[in-house]
Structures are given as C-alpha cells and as structure tokens.
C-alpha cells in the first residue's frame, strides 16, 4: 500500500522549533528538577553535620539505607504515572523479607530458588492488581488495599505471627556488602549498584520506550489514548507488575540490613508515593520522572539522616515527611497555575 | 422515568424512607449485611460456640461499630464531596491522648476536655481543607501528609498512656439508657445527623453537587471551596468523637489507639463496602452503616468460629475487592440510559 | 424544592418532558441546556452568558434555543451570547462585540454590518474564499472503504456507504441521528455488532480503534479534549501517540516511519512555540492540527472527522479545510461528520443525510440546506407545506 505523503502546507506564521537532546532529557526529568538542588543541598547539611566531616563512606552508607525505598519509588512511579495507585508495596516488603528468611532457614543453596520464586510472586500480585482495576474495573485505590490486607494477613497466617527462620548470608550481601578495594571510596555497595542499574532500567522503559509513552498516554486520558490504539488494560497492568516486581527487589535490599519482622515493609507504600510526590509526580497520572522520584527517595531518607544528627527524637521524621510532601505538592500545582 | 419516581413525594415520612432505602445505592449492601449475618449465625451455631444470636452478642456487634461508625461516617461527608481524609486515625489518637491529658482523671475537667479535643478537630479540619482548596494539594497528599505531621507531634510529645480518664467519662463507654449503650445511641445520632444534612439541606445537596464535578459547581455558583472545608471540618469532629468515645472505654489515652485500629483506611473501606464511590458525588451514610455493621459481624464470627485472628484480614481484603467489584458490575449491567 | 423545579421548568415550557426527578445524564445534550438555563432563572440571573450554546444542537432545537432566548430577553434579562457561528450573530443580536487574540476589535450595531464585514473584523482579512475548490473526476479513485449492511442494536441499523480515495463525504443529520455513533463504530470504539468491511477491496473486521488504526483508518473526534488529546503530554508525545501505540513495545518507532515530528508540525502548518510544549496551552485550532497529525503520522488512508472545526476560529477553519482538501486530494478518503449545513455544503463531494440511526438518503455535491433537511427531518410535505 503507497503511503500517503501530503504535500507540505503554505508555511505562515511562526515555524516551529526543533530542540536539543539536553532540552528533552531535561523535559523528561519531569521540570521538576528542583528536587535535585535539594538533594544536595540536604546532602551538604548531612555532611557538615556528620563530626569526622563529608567523607564518602557516610554517604554510601545512606545510600545503601535509602537503596530499597528508592527501588520501591521507581516502581511506584509507573503505577502512578498510569493514573493509578499500588498501596499493596508494603505489604509485598513484608512478604519478602518474612519469605526469604522462612523459606531458604539460612541454607545458602536455596537462596536462588527462592529469589526466582519470590519474583513471580511479586509479578502475580502485579497481574491481579492490574486485572483487577483494569478488568473488574474496581479504583485501584481498593484493589491494592485489599491487597495489602490479604498480604500482610496472609504473611502473619502463615508463620502464625512470629516469623522464624534467617535469612542467608548471600541474600544479605546484596543489601548489606560491597564490592572491596575500590580506589578513594574503599568500598562500593552491592546497593548502590541495584540502584544504579534498576534506576536505569526503569528509567530506559519509562522514558525512553513506546511501553513508557504509552504509559505517560494512558495516564494522561486513557480514552484518548485507546481511541489512538492503547490497550490500556494491558499497559495499566504491565506498570502494577513493573511496581511488583521493584517490590521484590526492594525487600531483598531490605532483607540485607533489616530485622526479621512481621512488619518489616509497613509505611513503605506511603513513603514511595512520597517520594514520587517529591519528585514531581502528580496522582491522577501523566506526570513523573525516574531520575526525581529516586531523587525524592534518597532527599527523604537524607533529611531523616539530618533530624538525628540535630538529635531531634525519632518520631519528629514523620512530621516532617508530613510537611514536606504538602509543600512539594502546593508548590508544583502553585507554578502549573502561574506557568 | 417510572412513575414512581416522579409522582410528588407526599407519602408519610416513614413511606418515604422505605421509598428511599429501597432506591438507594445502599439497598444491595443491606441485602449483603442479611445473608452475612445469616451464614454467621448458622454458622457459629453449628461449629462456633453457638452464642450469635444474643442480646450480649448482638449489642458487642453494636458497641464494636461505634468507633469505626462514626468516623466512618464523617469519611462519607468527605469521600462524597470527591475528596478523603487519611489524617483521621492519627487524629483519633490525638484526641484520646490529649483528652485523657487534659483530665488527669479529674471530673470537673470533662467539659474542658472536650472542649479542646473537639477545637482540635476544627482546626484539623480547617488545616485540612485549606490546604486542599487553597494551595490546591491533592486530597490524598494533604490529608496524609497531615496525618503525618499528627503522628510526629503526637509520638514525640507522649510514648506510653498519658493522664487518666476519670470513672464518670467512662460512662459514656459502658453506661447506657436501659438496655441501650450510650455509645450506640452516639452512633445512631450521627449517622441520622449525617443522613439528614446529606439528604436534606442545602449543604448535603451542594456536597454531591461539588463531588459530581467541581468545575460545574463552581460556574453554578456553589462555593465549592467552602463545601470542601466544611465537610473536612465534620470529618475531623467525627474522627473525635470516636476517639472521645474510644478514650472513655480506656483508662488512660495512648497514642497507638487509632493507629492500632486503622480508622484511615477502615474507614474508607467501610464507605466504599457501603457504596459510596470513591470519585465522589455519589453514595451515602447508610450504605456506610452497613458497610461498618458487616465488617462487625465478620469480626464477631471469626471470634464466635474461633478462627485464626490473622485470617481476618486476608477476607477482609477479598470482601474489600469482591464487593467493589460487584458493584461496578451491577452499574455497568444497568442501561446506560 | 421539587414543586419549585417544577415551576422553572414549567417557565421553559418543558414541564412535561424533564421532570424535576430525571437524572441530568439521561436528558438530551437540547434539554440539559434547557436545564441549565432554568438554573440560572432559579437564582434569578440579570445577566446570562451563554458559551456556544449550539454547539451541540440540531436545527430546530436551535430555533426552540434561540425562542427561549428571546423570551428571557424580553424579561429584562441581558443576554452575552458567545459564539462561532456568524448567523446566529445576526439571527439573535442586537451588538456584536469582536475578539481576536484576547483583545476588543469593535464593537457594532448588528443592523449596521454585513457577514463579509464581520469576518473581516474577526481575521483582520477579507476572506474571499470559505471552502477550498471539490475534488474533479480525475482526482477521485478507488473504493477505499466500504460497509454493507451495518447494525449495532439500538443505535445504529441498515448502513450502506462506500468512499471512495480522493473524495469528501459529507455526513449531515439531525443531533440524534446517529452520525457520531457510525464515527464510533466505523472505527471500531463500539463495533459494529453485524457488517460486512471492506477496506481497499480486502475483507477487514474491526473490533477495536487498535485494528482500525491497523487497517490504515484515522478518527478526529468531536471532542478534541476528551477523545483526540493527552492534554499534560507534549506536541511531539501527542504527534506520535498513535504510531507508538501501534508499534513494539521497546522501539520507539516501528522501521519505515521516516517522517519526524517537525516535518509533520509542517505539513499541518501547526503554530507552537515549541514540539515540547504541552498541548493545553495551545488554541483550538493549533490543537486540532496535532490530532491531524497524529494521523498523518500512521499515514491513514481513511479518515473521520467528527466536527472538524467546532471551537475553531475561521482563519484556522480555513486551514483546517484546506488540509482535508489536499489530504483527499493526495489520496485519502475522508468522511466528515458536521452540524454546520453550510460546511457540509461547502466541503463534501457528496453528502450522507442521517436519520434515525441509518443513512436516510444521499446528496450530490452543491445541494441546498433545504434538500438536506427535507431528508434530515424526513418530512417532505409538512415542510413542503410550510
């Protein structure tokens, strides 16, 4: 079939203007790259705030502690950037860390079938999420409460409430080691590495794929976006399985230098959607960038770094979580109105 | 349009309410409530420990309501004007700690006690809407972000039980008028008051109107701002009166008592189970009530069947999604026009 | 508060028809205007602003519309009266206040101007020729795409219709008739429950705007916010929106697809300060050549236009029909769905006349109003009579 080629319009007016490779990376950082500046700017104040001064081993020490909520944010953002929410994250967390520690009982030969059986788990609960907005059209809101609700009480029948068992030593190394002997930096976490390489990853598929554009277009008007030919029940699905799967992998970081808890995960929902939040993500879909939300992952977990090092008590960190997403929000939707 | 519907209401009131009931969204969800306690019935009859049908058991249902019940209905106010409140479990602790605070276990301080856990309330929900109508932050931000700075100041300020609640407050909690507990009776007058003023008044019309859709509402002239306000403002001041209802049940207010109960997502749970669509602009308190009453009776047969207390959750969550899904499935049957 | 609705509605005469009871969402888009309107009588407006009021209506819902305005007029109510349509101005006016680029032209006694006048004010040039010349035998080719026997119960039945490459078909009808509901299921948003669809002499079915948009067709919806537009999304991301959805997962375009974004933004003559502007701050007629675009980009080989320039000021219009007309003439077969009789007029080929859920009767080129309507209502005599 000969394609059509119209013959190109009177040009009138003001042409339009190509822009630049920089132009477009800095659009996909969702022009809400304010969050980089205050990354640094906590990062310095954590910095000076430290006695022995800003030394690198303190900063990849944070970065390891941020590693699983920046992972979980990452993930979280594809669900939001549909348009949807996944409250079920935490839970998932849970699961895993419980998991790994009941299911591999410290034999070091069960750690990879464990693993792979653990990301399917976090895949079918992403495909059920996903069906389950999608096919039985219930707001997503529910679906993924109702998720973490049988998770969580799934996690609890099934070791009935006091989880045994250990985690082994090579599934910890991930979270909790690193690569030795690095030059300036002595050590080089493993999580950093995961953050890097998922961060990447993540940021590959959602900015820079046709699966990424149609999330970003389903988000935006999911009836637009099917009347141009998207399966949205298939794209929304995909995200939630994208959020399930950075779960996973989130809560292997986690099992590395958390304690074996019943509640290992618990708030990680809310602190991820803060973090995309943070980083310029707008719930209702549309909006969001990887490089900001992780961004948002690691400025939260710095500024509760900063409020022990002003020796304020423990609890003060959800206050100013609290604060702080309201301002990044009225301060978003306070530059969309102005322009 | 049936004829029905049309004919000019000048049935009795009590037809009236028949007529409704039976028209409204919440019909189904009653229908749900019947055949649940039914099955928990019969079933705690057969295997359980056969006491489902008492006088003690039916009121330990009742009691058990109340808490969730009445904020529950202040997050229908809320979720029908298009908006939530995520900020009210902490709120309940607040209010149960700083009344309990505030009493030192000293009668002639319940009034003043009051007084200060229900300003709170107000100023929760003034903060609330505020900053969703004026700096125009998402409802689910706002309101958790809220719930957070609530949570902080709580936990920093008390870790333990705080003050104690004098044996005259705790009336409320275990007294009652005859056979009837006061906090039933407390539970029966807010979901009537909220029945009322959404069915009613101008304000419940205007609710509905702003939760259909803002932007109509607001080229209608509906100060749709206002509405948003007032109707976190009643939000707030149910979330304390559960918590006033929760403290005078305790001897002394801690602030893990509306964490403990999950009265943030219960309760929208409790909505949507009851009807209420999450996008807003549609439902009501009594498809709420029953939403709460059946997840009461879950509650009381897995105790009655002695079921595994962490079983609960899991049905919990299939019964969240089930019951949302049929609903949607029911809506899409219906014509279209 | 029932009996007072009551009494509005029975102001407006249609007391017997909406019911103070009946849910908006089941009224006709005539009668919750009519609501609207009632509305403002309830709080008793002094003055009543009335934003394209028409857009949506057929012909004689227009004249009860326009009845109805007049009344309110002679109550003393000030009426301001926004709209596109140049003959409602003189039809219903007494002034005529024109804006262009968000400032005051004039304003004028509507006795005292001419049409030709007025659209002077409105572009700031004469506009000698509305509509862009037919098509000429030559120019008209093959059957694109064909329908026999075309149902979808309860809203549309009986459909026979072929387009041919090169040629506009103009579909007129009555609000109701069910022009948008055969957009809808040509292109596969509500198939057709029965039909038999040929597409360039192949076979086709179509069950979704995926395999519509697979078999080469495009859909310019009436409502370019809700149906054409990812509003938050850019000019390229919207551009490009059909193509990625019809390619792989990963590739960001399938092989073969050479045209880029500027190009397209070229061939539509498309005026934005840049590709990455969000296309919501783009005017109307700005934003309807991104969702041409989208289709230029699929290279569509059948196109609808459902309302293809409602909202559209008439310098934009004119481009707008000029890109349709070089579309067919460059091999499309394009449908066009309007209200406007004399765009309809002015743009088709030939013309559909839609009644009742099927296509009551067809049109050569060049027909009158009268014609259309006679079909349109189908009530020869009584209009004959009248």
Redesign the interface.
């Known amino acids: 079939m000969s394609g059509l080629t119209p013959a190109a319009a009177p040009q009138v007016g003001q042409p339009v203007t190509a822009t630049s490779g920089g132009a477009r990376l800095w659009r996909s950082l969702g022009g809400s790259a304010s969050i980089l500046v205050i990354l640094v700017v906590v990062l310095a104040i954590v910095g000076l705030l430290n006695p022995r001064g800003p030394e690198p081993v303190y900063y990849l020490s944070l970065l390891k502690r941020a590693a699983p909520l920046a992972i979980l944010a990452a993930g979280q953002l594809f669900v939001l950037v549909a348009g949807e929410f996944d409250l079920s994250v935490g839970s998932i967390v849970t699961a895993v860390v419980v998991g790994s520690a009941v299911l591999t009982n410290g034999d070091e030969s069960r750690t990879l079938p464990v693993v792979g059986l653990l990301l399917a788990f976090g895949i079918v609960v992403g495909l059920v999420n996903g069906l389950l907005t999608t096919k039985a059209g219930v707001p997503s809101f529910i679906v993924t409460l109702g998720m973490l609700l049988i998770i969580s009480g799934g996690v609890l029948l099934w070791t009935a409430g006091a989880p045994r068992g250990s985690i082994t030593n090579n599934l910890r190394l991930l979270g909790r080691d690193g690569l030795k002997n690095v030059p300036v930096i002595d050590q080089l976490p493993y999580a950093a590495i995961v953050i890097l390489v998922v961060g990447l990853a993540a940021f590959v598929l959602l900015h820079r794929t046709n699966f990424g554009h149609r999330v970003f277009a389903v988000g935006g008007n999911a009836r637009a976006a099917a009347l141009a030919g998207a399966n949205v029940a298939v794209v929304k699905t995909a995200a939630f399985v994208v959020s399930g799967v950075s779960a996973i992998i989130a809560g292997i970081l986690l099992a590395g230098f958390g304690g074996l808890s019943n509640n290992a995960g618990e708030g990680y929902e809310f602190q991820a959607i803060s973090a995309c939040v943070l980083g310029g993500a707008v719930l209702g879909g549309g909006r969001g960038s990887v490089v900001t939300s992780i961004a948002g992952a690691l400025t939260l977990v710095a500024i509760f770094t900063m409020l022990n090092f002003l020796h304020l008590p423990v609890e003060v960190r959800s206050a100013v979580q609290g604060g702080i997403i309201i301002a990044a929000v009225a301060y978003a939707s306070y530059r969309q109105r102005t322009g | 349009m049936s004829a029905a519907t049309t004919s000019p209401g000048r049935a009795g009131l009590p037809a009236r309410m028949v007529r409704g009931i039976a028209a409204a969204p919440a019909a189904p969800v009653y229908l749900v409530l019947v055949i649940l306690f039914l099955i928990s019935w019969v079933a705690v009859g057969i295997v359980g420990s056969g006491q489902f049908l008492t006088v003690q058991n039916v009121t330990s249902i009742l009691v058990r309501s109340v808490a969730l019940g009445v904020v529950a209905a202040g997050q229908t106010i809320v979720i029908i004007a298009g908006s939530l409140d995520l900020s009210v479990a902490y709120l309940v602790s607040v209010t149960a700690v700083m009344a309990s605070f505030i009493m030192q276990g000293e009668a002639d301080r319940m009034v003043l006690a009051t007084g200060v856990v229900l300003f709170i309330g107000v100023v929760v929900g003034l903060v609330n809407g505020l900053i969703i109508t004026k700096l125009r932050v998402n409802a689910f931000i706002a309101t958790l972000g809220v719930g957070l700075i609530l949570r902080g100041i709580l936990n920093a300020s008390f870790n333990n039980f705080a003050g104690r609640v004098p044996p005259e407050y705790q009336a409320l909690g275990y007294d009652g008028l005859g056979p009837i507990p006061y906090s039933v009776v407390l539970l029966v007058v807010v979901v009537a008051a909220t029945w009322y003023l959404l069915r009613y008044t101008r304000f419940g019309h205007h609710l509905y109107a702003v939760g259909g859709s803002q932007e109509v509402s607001r080229l209608s002239g509906v100060r749709s701002d206002r509405v948003v306000i007032t109707a976190h403002i009643l939000c707030s001041v149910a979330a304390v009166l559960t918590g006033i209802f929760l403290v005078s049940r305790l001897r002394a207010g801690a602030p893990w008592v509306g964490t403990d109960g999950a009265y943030d997502l219960e309760s929208i749970a409790a909505v949507v189970l009851g009807g209420t669509a999450l996008a807003g602009g549609k439902g009501g308190v009594l498809g709420t009530l029953a939403g709460v009453l059946i997840l009461a009776v879950l509650d009381n047969a897995f105790n009655g069947l002695q079921i595994n207390a962490f079983a609960k959750d899991v049905i919990r969550g299939v019964i969240l999604i089930a019951a949302v899904a049929l609903y949607v499935a029911r809506a899409r049957r219906a014509p279209a026009r | 508060m029932?009996?007072a609705t009551a009494a509005l509605l029975a102001e407006l005469n249609v007391e017997k028809v909406i019911?103070p009871?009946?849910l908006v969402s089941?009224l006709s888009v005539a009668q919750q205007q009519t609501v609207e309107i009632a509305?403002a009588l309830s709080?008793e407006a002094k003055i009543l602003v009335m934003d394209e009021p028409t857009a949506a209506l057929s012909p004689h819902e227009i004249a009860a519309l326009f009845e109805r305005v007049s009344a309110l007029r002679e109550r003393g109510l000030c009426v301001l009266y926004i709209s596109h349509r140049l003959k409602e101005i003189f039809e219903i006016a007494q002034r005529v206040t024109v804006l262009k680029d968000g400032q005051r032209v004039g304003c004028v006694d509507v006795g005292s101007i001419t049409t030709r006048e007025l659209v002077r004010m409105m572009v700031g040039r004469d506009l000698s020729a509305y509509y862009p010349p037919h098509a000429v035998s030559a120019d008209v080719g093959k059957v694109r795409l064909a329908i026999k026997d075309g149902e979808v119960p309860g809203r549309l039945h009986d459909i026979n219709l072929e387009v041919r490459a090169g040629e506009i078909v103009g579909i007129a009808g009555l609000a109701g008739a069910g022009r948008t509901e055969l957009a809808e299921s040509l292109?596969g948003?509500v198939p057709f429950a029965a039909a038999s669809i040929q597409i360039?002499g192949i076979q086709v079915r179509i069950r979704s705007?995926?395999e519509a948009?697979?078999h080469?067709m495009g859909?310019v919806?009436e409502d370019r916010k809700?149906?054409?537009?990812?509003?938050?999304?850019?000019?390229r991301?919207n551009a490009?929106?059909?193509v990625?959805?019809?390619?792989?997962?990963?590739?960001?375009l399938p092989a073969g697809a050479v045209t880029t974004v500027?190009?397209l933004?070229?061939?539509?003559?498309?005026?934005?300060?840049?590709?990455?502007q969000e296309v919501r701050y783009l005017s109307g007629g700005n934003q309807q050549k991104v969702v041409l675009s989208?289709w230029?980009a699929t290279?569509?080989?059948v196109l609808i236009f459902d309302e293809p320039t409602r909202g559209i000021d008439v310098g934009a219009k004119a481009?707008i029909h000029?890109?349709m007309r070089?579309?067919a003439r460059?091999?499309?077969a394009i449908l066009m769905i309007s209200s406007e009789l004399p765009e309809v007029i002015g743009m088709s080929d030939r013309i559909l006349v839609m009644r009742n859920g099927t296509i009551a009767g067809e049109l050569p080129a060049g027909a009158s109003e009268d014609e259309m309507m006679l079909l349109a209502t189908g009530e020869q005599e009584v209009a004959g009579a009248a």
């Open positions: 029932d009996a019911s009871h009946t089941r509305k709080y292109f948003a360039d705007p995926r948009i697979k080469g859909f919806a809700v149906d054409g537009l990812i509003l938050p999304l850019s000019v991301d490009l929106l059909a990625r959805n019809m390619g792989s997962w990963v590739f960001r500027s190009q933004a070229a061939m539509v003559d498309l005026r934005a300060a840049s590709l990455d989208k230029l290279r569509s080989k481009g000029e890109l070089e579309l460059a091999g499309a």
